[in-house]
């Protein structure tokens, strides 16, 4: 049972943008902690960004800060990552994920209920 579905990965040059999504067909996002990870080939699942409970507090990892946004569209139901000035090292299949109330430790798969299949981003030199 698919709970959560990505969308918005594609092919891209280095230094452009992606937008990705985050829905949860049938439930809402509020009062949850959602995350974006990613894994790289031959890599671990890696931390990219969270969404923190309903307060909406947003962290980042150091390696996309500065670079992408995450945000929630409480009327639409979905969370975005934007990703800006995108590089090649950013090349990895993006997952979402999501917890009940305000994890303190998002930056980890484990504190995470629900997953997406996730949505392949590729940057291009």
């Known amino acids: 049972q698919v709970q959560l579905v990505e969308s918005g990965g594609g092919l891209v040059q280095a230094g452009g943008s992606l937008r990705l999504a985050c829905a949860r067909p049938?439930?809402?996002?509020?009062?949850?902690?959602v995350g974006w990870f990613r894994q790289a080939p031959g890599k671990g699942r890696e931390f990219v960004a969270a969404?923190?409970?309903?307060?909406?507090?947003?962290t980042y990892a150091d390696s996309v800060k500065g670079r992408f946004t995450i945000s929630r569209d409480s009327a639409r139901n979905l969370v975005y990552l934007q990703m800006n000035n995108l590089k090649p090292e950013d090349t990895a299949v993006y997952y979402c994920?999501?917890?009940?109330?305000?994890?303190?430790?998002?930056?980890?798969?484990?504190?995470?209920?629900?997953w997406g299949q996730g949505t392949q981003v590729t940057v291009s030199t």
């Open positions: 969404f923190r409970g309903s307060g909406g507090v947003t």
């Open positions: 049938g439930r809402t996002f509020s009062f949850y902690t």
């Open positions: 994920a999501a917890a009940l109330g305000s994890v303190s430790s998002y930056y980890t798969t484990t504190a995470y209920d629900y």
